[in-house]
Structures are given as structure tokens and as C-alpha cells.
């Protein structure tokens, strides 16, 4: 399958609370629309994230397809037509980021309804090739950060290679989405020895500086 991320800001001017109601509601009823859309879910920063000042990002959706090809016959079709004049209407277009990506699950476990979904945007070291930084966080960060007991779910979205092709450079590498019973648990976590070993390997495979991150909760509209 190939995921499809949409990292998005609210449109200037919006409040969080209009912004969050018309994703959900609204535009989750014409995206579901999309002919070979097999899943679509939407992960909205949680409130906390605003309280001083406004976070990286208000949300992200992603949305499968079973193929490339499934994607490219939406061109012109009038139901991704009414998903692309239906976005301005709550999303900052200019800073909209779209990336392909391939799903890796490293850690899979129910998730409590409500979970805290941990989002962070990540980019690879300089000197490292793509497929050095790929295959270093799937198979040997991947397992470290799997160890962390307070985790749930924890998948990999790595940017699909296409993306860097003819010498272009994506906003991000790619995506690390972790999920836990509450953002108590996710405190929780950042005291465990596992969590530092998780942090410690970062300076193997990521750029220097603190990598952006939200704190979501996801409605799921399409699975």
C-alpha cells in the first residue's frame, strides 16, 4: 500500500475549535468519497498543544491506496475536484506538506480509544544517503524505541524514494507515530532507561536539533 500524509496548519484568522469541527465533519464526508481511498485518519493536535502558543502543526491526515496507479487515476476526477476546493476553506495552503510514504509497524498492540498518538517530523542526517537513514531507523532504532514499555502501536512512515528524485528534497524524511494509553503514560515514558537509550541513537540517523512533534488524538473515518 502506499500512505499518503497530509501535514497541515488551520487557516489564518481560524480558531482551533472551527478548524478541528470542519476537518472532522465536512471535509471527512467528500474525502471518504475518493474512489480506492481503503483508509483515511485524521490526527488533530490536542488542546494542551496550544497552551503556549501554537504548536508545528495542527494536525496531519493519512489516507492508503492500494498502488501508485490507484493515485494517479484520481487526477481530474471530479471527488478529489471537490477535496481540492473544499481545503482552503480551513487549511493554510501555502504551508500544506504532502509526502509519500511506505508504512513500517515496528510495534503492534490495541490501542485504547482515545489514545495519545505521539507525531514527530523527522529529517536525516546530511551526510547520510536515504537509504542508509532508512534502513538504520527501521532495523536498528526501530527496535530500540520498540523496547519502551509504556508504548502501544508504534509505525514508521518512510519517504517513498520517488520523492528525491532529480535531486529534490522533501520537507521531512519521514514520520514516527507512536501511540500510548494517555499523555500520562507518554510522560511516563520519558523517565524510562529505554527512552534514553532511544534518544541516544538519534544522533546516528537524524539531523542535529530537535525534531518537531505533536501530540494527537485520532479520529479514524475510513479504515
Known amino acids: ?9 488551520r487557516k489564518p484568522g481560524m480558531t482551533v475549535e472551527a478548524f478541528q469541527g470542519h476537518w472532522r465533519t465536512a471535509h471527512a464526508d467528500i474525502v471518504r468519497r475518493l474512489p480506492g481511498l481503503r483508509r483515511y485518519v485524521q490526527s488533530h493536535t490536542l ?5 503556549k502558543g501554537e504548536p508545528a502543526w495542527d494536525g496531519i491526515a493519512e489516507l492508503w491506496f492500494d498502488s501508485m496507479d490507484a493515485l494517479r487515476a484520481l487526477r481530474g476526477a471530479p471527488a478529489q475536484a471537490a477535496v481540492d476546493a473544499d481545503e482552503p ?3 493554510d495552503k501555502p504551508t500544506m506538506t504532502t509526502l509519500l510514504t511506505d508504512e513500517h509497524v515496528i510495534t503492534e498492540a490495541p490501542v485504547p480509544a482515545g489514545a495519545a498518538k505521539w507525531v514527530e517530523f523527522l529529517t536525516r542526517r546530511p551526510d547520510l544517503a536515504v537509504e542508509a537513514f532508512q534502513r538504520h531507523w527501521r532495523e536498528v532504532h526501530g527496535p530500540i524505541a520498540a523496547r519502551i514499555p509504556q508504548i502501544r502501536r508504534y509505525v514508521q512512515s518512510h519517504v517513498r ?22 499523555t500520562q503514560a507518554m510522560r511516563a515514558s520519558a523517565a524510562t532507561a529505554e527512552y534514553a537509550a532511544t534518544r541516544a541513537d538519534e544522533a546516528n540517523f537524524l539531523a542535529p536539533g530537535a525534531a518537531p512533534v505533536i501530540i494527537t488524538r485520532e ?3 475510513t479504515w
Open 161 to 182: 524514494p520517488g520523492a528525491y528524485a532529480s535531486g529534490r528534497t522533501p520537507r521531512y524524511d519521514g514520520l514516527a507515530l507512536t501511540w500510548f494509553d494517555d
Open 219 to 221: 479520529h479514524v473515518v
Open 47 to 51: 488542546p494542551s498543544g496550544y497552551r
Open 1 to 9: 500500500m502506499v500512505k499518503v500524509i497530509a501535514i497541515i496548519k
Open 89 to 91: 476553506r480551513f487549511i
